[in-house]
């Protein structure tokens, strides 16, 4: 069901942007680096994005990234599967601020099971920041950005859990190619 939702959704996204671009729709891959505040460590993400300008000051972004984090040491293993939505304002050409939502399809996994069921859960979080895209050629950009999300996993308690924070930073970078 989660999977045929985000199927849904990026499928909207794709439909309206190629329908919609002449030359505005631009696509590429992109990888990140991040730490929720309460995680054990920080780590890497990897996805997709797409990107169209509807005009020289406003745009939206599109993405879905694979993510992973750990809490309490170990015993908390998250895997998610972002799917975001992000509006770009440029108040100067190349120079971004975004602004958007995300919805996390999650699969939470404690290691002291049985005590403690595994679940999936689907939460929304909210996220800001900006960044800069700097063109390579007449079809490719590079870009990079900072954006604070907004995340509450609501995790199960068991003992030492109380109170986990899985707000995050994360610095992110990628290519875009015009089409």
Known sequence: MASRSSLVLISIIVSFATATAQS???VGPQIGYYKAQDADHAR??????MRFRF???VGIEGSVDYREE???NGLVDVRSWPVMVTGLLYPIPDVYGAMGAGWYNSSIDYSITPVIVSETKEKFGWHFGGGVELPIDSVT???????YVFLNYNFKSFPGSNGLNSDFYVLSAGILFSF
């Open 24 to 26: 505005g729709l631009e």
């Open 141 to 147: 950009k590079l870009v990079a950005d900072l954006r």
């Open 70 to 72: 750990v809490y309490s």
């Open 55 to 57: 005009s020289n000051m």
């Open 44 to 49: 890497g993400t990897a996805g997709v994005f």
